[in-house]
């Protein structure tokens, strides 16, 4: 990871020689509704304090691009604090981000296997989600107060590293210890996106490398939600409402532990209707 910083720097160094950066290009921006942040229309916030109103409502999304990163804006209705003092600048909410570059990918969404003693914390912080299959994806980040981390299938590990270097974890599978044999297998890479808070503005901001993702091409879709964090993955969704879990939903994993994300949620989120549910995609660039 030392080294792609590196060349990073020298990379804006360059660009800055050859007459300075561009602005970037916005390629997609869509407002969602303010106090939608319940989930598939029940869920209810956690009790405690910390936990304040609007922390996990999404209003406006916006995705440009420069030289050298794609840059994903998230902003929220409520406050952006930092109750638990994360190094990001922010500590209660948890972004996916999923993007769909070529044909392929994997259809699952992160539950972040390589810290064992956060399994043991909250060993239920799966999504309860799937990523529908026409935008199956090649890179997955998740956002928090302390990551901005990249997931990757396995057979896309040997160009990573060569790029990357060393990833944090290999071989990782979406699932509790022991997962099924046949289950997909993923390598985790820290730090690769750049989280930027911005409390005033109430936005998170954080920008991929495009030395990694490659540019941004029509047919490219992506995913993004947002979740509470416990210990690295999700905090979970309850039939009853706690001081530390959201309320409304159900016992039995069968409900997504998405609060909110861009689309008609309702319908989206209804697990009702069958679980796990399905994320569709969202084109990067709208296509004339």
Excluded: C
Excluded at 231 to 239: I, K, P, T
């Amino acid at each position: 990871m030392r080294l792609f910083i590196k060349l990073s720097v020298v990379g804006v160094i360059l660009a800055m020689a050859l007459g300075g950066l561009a602005a970037p290009q916005v390629l997609f921006v869509q407002e969602d509704p303010v106090r939608d942040d319940y989930g598939p229309g029940t869920y209810l916030y956690p009790r405690h304090e910390v936990f304040t109103e609007g922390a996990f409502d999404i209003v406006r999304v916006e995705i440009s691009a420069d030289e050298l990163d794609l840059i994903v804006k998230v902003q929220i209705a409520g406050e952006l604090l930092n109750p638990w003092n994360a190094p990001n600048g922010f500590s209660v909410q948890l972004l996916d981000f999923y993007l769909d570059t070529r044909p392929g990918g994997s259809t699952e969404t992160i539950f972040d296997t390589s810290i064992p003693s956060n399994l043991d914390r909250n060993p239920k912080g799966t999504i309860n989600a799937v990523i529908a299959e026409d935008a199956a994806w090649e890179f997955a980040f998740r956002i928090q107060g302390w990551v901005g981390d990249m997931f990757v299938p396995m057979a896309m590990e040997e160009k990573m590293t060569a790029l990357l270097g060393k990833p944090y974890a290999t071989n990782l599978a979406f699932h509790l210890p022991p997962a099924p044999e046949d289950a997909p297998r993923y390598a985790k890479y820290e730090g690769v996106a750049l989280v930027v808070p911005d409390p005033e503005k109430r936005t998170i901001t954080f920008k991929i490398p495009l030395e990694v993702i490659g540019n941004p091409m029509p047919g490219w879709k992506f995913v993004l939600y947002m979740a509470g964090v416990d210990w690295g993955n999700a905090r979970v969704v309850l039939a009853e409402v706690g001081d530390w879990n959201f309320g409304g939903g159900s016992d039995d994993d069968s409900d997504p532990n998405i609060i909110d994300m861009l689309g008609p949620q309702e319908k989206i989120l209804d697990y009702s209707q069958g679980s796990p549910v399905v994320l569709p995609g969202l084109p990067l660039i709208e296509e004339e």
